[in-house]
């Protein structure tokens, strides 16, 4: 089945630890994203990228990295910098560039991230 | 820059009964997609309905249903003989078209309880 993955469901950082969260697709889609939702609220785009070896910034970049080597991947590292990491993190993927007339997001599980 | 904005927080409705759920925009461009997404317990982004902003018909999918105003940038969503399993949070999101990342801006949730 096509679909997206993301692993682990539940993930836990210690202080000044550096974690890296896992997101694969093989739906064959140029672009990926990833959304931070916190308790009660709607998702705030972090970072997104639209084909290998490039991506952008989000709304709230700070204190996270990514990196897009392959197609299928796109991992999120949240950094020691990012001083409130704790809240569920989404990836989806989408077309991308080459654009489509059925325009949407398809999303991941998500992963549960708390600070110990 | 677009925002959207989900007015109610928290509605509930007896089962069978019919609900509608608001959600207003604010952007300046002209074409654009408008999405409702429902996030169950589990947490999962499941699609309800896809509105493409050029279009005048609203958009149904089964018991769901949108009443588009693009002149007063609303796009609320009509649920018909609700049951149990739609009991979730429902996000309103928005998704310029043209060339560039599908990126989805959306509003805060509205948190929807179907009572037996």
């Known amino acids: 089945d096509g679909g997206i993955t993301q692993s682990p469901k539940y993930l836990f950082r210690k202080e000044g630890q550096n974690v890296t969260l896992s997101c694969e697709q093989n739906l064959n889609h140029d672009a990926m994203y990833w959304y931070r939702q916190d308790p009660g609220q709607g998702l705030r785009l972090i970072y997104y990228s639209q084909i290998v070896n490039d991506f952008q910034k989000g709304d709230i970049a700070e204190g996270y990295s990514v990196s897009r080597e392959k197609k299928e991947s796109f991992p999120l590292t949240v950094t020691s910098a990012q001083k409130n990491p704790t809240a569920f993190y989404l990836c989806?993927?989408?077309?991308?560039?080459?654009?489509?007339?059925?325009?949407?997001?398809?999303f991941g599980s998500g992963t549960q991230l708390s600070v110990l | 820059a677009q925002t959207v904005t989900q007015s109610q927080p928290e509605m509930s409705v007896q089962e069978a009964e019919t609900v509608t759920l608001s959600c207003t925009y604010d952007?300046?461009?002209?074409?654009?997609?408008l999405f409702w997404y429902k996030q169950p317990p589990s947490r999962q982004m499941i699609l309800v309905i896809r509105?493409?902003?050029?279009?005048?018909q609203n958009a149904t999918e089964n018991r769901f249903s949108v009443n588009f105003q693009k002149a007063a940038k609303s796009f609320s969503l009509k649920i018909s003989d609700s049951q149990l399993g739609d009991t979730a949070m429902y996000f309103c999101?928005?998704?310029?078209?043209?060339?560039?990342?599908?990126?989805?801006?959306f509003g805060q949730g509205t948190r929807l309880t179907i009572n037996p």
């Open positions: 989806a993927s989408s077309t991308g560039p080459r654009r489509t007339r059925n325009e949407k997001l398809f």
């Open positions: 952007t300046s461009e002209n074409n654009y997609y």
């Open positions: 999101a928005f998704m310029k078209q043209g060339q560039g990342a599908q990126k989805l801006v």
């Open positions: 509105q493409e902003a050029y279009k005048q």
